[in-house]
């Protein structure tokens, strides 16, 4: 049974919850988690990986519990870019992204050529690598999400959860990794990140999720997801749907 999914997911803390989500994520499909700050999409995307363990409901990934995974059989599942990373030791970038190999090794094991083959590929993807044998702490913030977005991806993972991957980063690599996220999809890995601009969402996304107070609103696809009224409601500020050139952009009602 193949898919990653959650299964009437209740989580909370304080005064906030995630309230009875399920939420599905099919092999080669890219589903993109949107709505307000506070809404819960991080929260959703650490339960799905396994970070927090739900209060309800269940996790599974192809038929398997993501609970009573070890991290090692999890992080050989799933790929996870989380949305801060804070650097402790200045490894140098090659071997910081050969630490992404770490599941497919044994106790004692070392990474070997085809994991160095692989982290090299990796770097020229993300135009990383002139910096192979630079401290990782002298990387910008924007570099080092690229960074941990090419480790996420050492293990080839069946699926990989992002946590607003193009934050800190400009249009052009905002643009990279989302192709690099869309042509995996394309070639079987389900992909499901969070993304605050609902536009990039709309562009790269089969399926958009709109949460907002820890609920699912509304899901489906692109076109189904961006209605006018209900995206004002949900972002407290009034949109309107505009054709640009064939594509449909949504942009807000400017006062001037």
């Not at 809404?39 to 038929?63: F, W």
């Not at 080092?144 to 690599?173: F, G, Q, V, W």
Request: glycine content about 10%.
């Amino acid at each position: 049974m193949r898919g990653l999914w959650a299964e009437e997911v209740s989580y909370s803390y304080g005064d906030f919850g995630i309230d009875g989500v399920s939420l599905k994520v099919n092999p080669g499909e890219l589903v993109a988690l949107i709505g307000p700050n506070g809404a819960g999409k991080s929260t959703l995307l650490k339960l799905i990986y396994g970070t927090l363990r739900p209060h309800e409901g269940r996790v599974l990934v192809d038929g398997r519990d993501v609970h009573r995974l070890s991290p090692r059989e999890r992080a050989k599942l799933i790929g996870f870019v989380p949305q801060n990373h804070v650097p402790t030791f200045p490894f140098r970038v090659l071997d910081f992204l050969l630490l992404g190999a770490t599941p497919e090794l044994g106790t004692f094991g070392a990474p070997g050529e085809k994991h160095r083959k692989r982290a090299l590929e990796l770097l020229k993807t993300f135009g990383l690598e002139e910096y192979a044998d630079k401290p990782y702490t002298s990387l910008s913030g924007g570099q080092r999400r690229l960074l941990l977005t090419a480790r996420a991806l050492m293990t080839s993972p069946n699926y990989l959860l992002l946590d607003e991957p193009t934050s800190e980063l400009d249009l052009k690599n905002a643009l990279l990794v989302l192709q690099t996220v869309r042509k995996l999809a394309n070639g079987g890995v389900g992909g499901l990140l969070v993304i605050h601009d609902p536009n990039l969402a709309y562009l790269f996304a089969d399926r958009l999720v709109l949460m907002k107070n820890g609920r699912i609103l509304a899901q489906g696809k692109p076109g189904e997801v961006f209605d006018e009224k209900l995206l004002s409601e949900v972002y407290g500020v009034e949109l309107r749907l505009v054709d640009c050139s064939g594509e449909t952009v949504l942009r807000p009602k400017l006062e001037v």
